[in-house]
């Protein structure tokens, strides 16, 4: 998968710019922000016109396929996945949309939750379901802790500008380590924690990381169709040693690649393989 992975980063930085409306988000004191998911699927195209669809831009090269999104990049890698995100340890990735009319419009179809008004969903052809919330909805709101302040989280706050933008990451831990999984994000990563709704969470720029407790055995994300996660560092080396002195190891350690980009890999406690990376920013400018 490593192989993989950094012929995609290489053709990425060769793909046209990505529009402004697309950026990654600003890092936060740690250096941290959201920067891609990377989904394994059996029909690459029919996926990307999914994702271009739901709003994204595609910025394809020879060797890569990623769709942009404000906050995130989506990439797509061709595979056979073990099975999709429900049933492993981060069981769904939630977007922010005005309303779910332009969606439906674009020809898309929204699953809407009748007790949750403004909750629903979308399923990419080959069954991922990405969760939809439009913005008015109260199951967005994110409240910090008591005595927590993060100028990024006020985003949550302020009214949509653009069609759409990744609003979170849902990851179903064994019952119990809810409150112990907010504690290790926010001390990997320096988010600012909070609730969501009545989740237990911790806010990077560009996303917001929500934890439950599940009453059943949760797969780690290697191998399924969100094969994992990344975020974006600042000065990805020096980071990569203070991970390592936290007692966090890599599983991939710190390595440059020829086009400039840097990348390292690690596993949370619970299963979800993290990819870190160094570069992709510029390549959304």
């Given at each position: ?24 988000a ?42 942009a ?21 981060v ?126 055995p ?12 990344g ?20 599983d ?20 979800t ?6 570069g ?6």
């Amino acid at each position: 998968m490593m192989k993989v992975r950094v012929v995609l980063v290489a053709g990425l930085l060769l793909a046209a710019a990505v529009s402004p409306r697309a950026q990654l988000a600003e890092p936060n004191a740690a250096g941290v922000a959201m920067g891609h998911l990377h989904y394994i699927v059996r029909d690459v195209d029919a996926n990307e016109k999914f994702w271009v669809t739901l709003g994204g831009t595609a910025r394809d090269s020879r060797d890569a396929h990623v769709v942009a999104f404000p906050d995130v990049l989506v990439f797509l890698t061709q595979g056979s996945p073990s099975a999709g995100s429900n049933g492993s340890v981060v069981n769904h990735v939630a977007f922010k949309v005005p309303s779910f009319a332009a969606v439906e419009k674009s020809g898309l179809k929204v699953t809407r939750l009748a007790q949750f008004p403004g909750v629903g969903s979308v399923t990419s052809p080959e069954g991922e379901r990405i969760e939809l919330f439009e913005e008015t909805s109260e199951n967005l709101v994110f409240t910090l802790d008591p005595g927590v302040t993060s100028a990024s989280a006020r985003r949550h706050q302020e009214k949509m500008t653009v069609p759409i933008v990744v609003h979170h990451i849902h990851f179903n831990v064994p019952k119990g380590s809810e409150q112990q999984a907010k504690e290790w994000y926010t001390r990997a990563f320096g988010g600012a924690t909070g609730k969501r709704w009545h989740y237990e969470a911790t806010d990077l720029p560009g996303i917001n990381l929500n934890f439950s407790d599940s009453d059943r055995p949760v797969a780690p994300t290697r191998g399924r169709m969100l094969d994992h996660i990344g975020f974006e560092v600042v000065n990805l080396e020096a980071f990569c040693r203070k991970l390592e002195a936290q007692g966090i190891r890599l599983d991939a350690p710190y390595a440059k690649q020829a086009d400039g980009v840097a990348t390292a890999r690690l596993t949370d406690p619970w299963g979800t393989s993290i990819e870190l990376t160094e570069g992709l920013r510029r390549t959304t400018r």
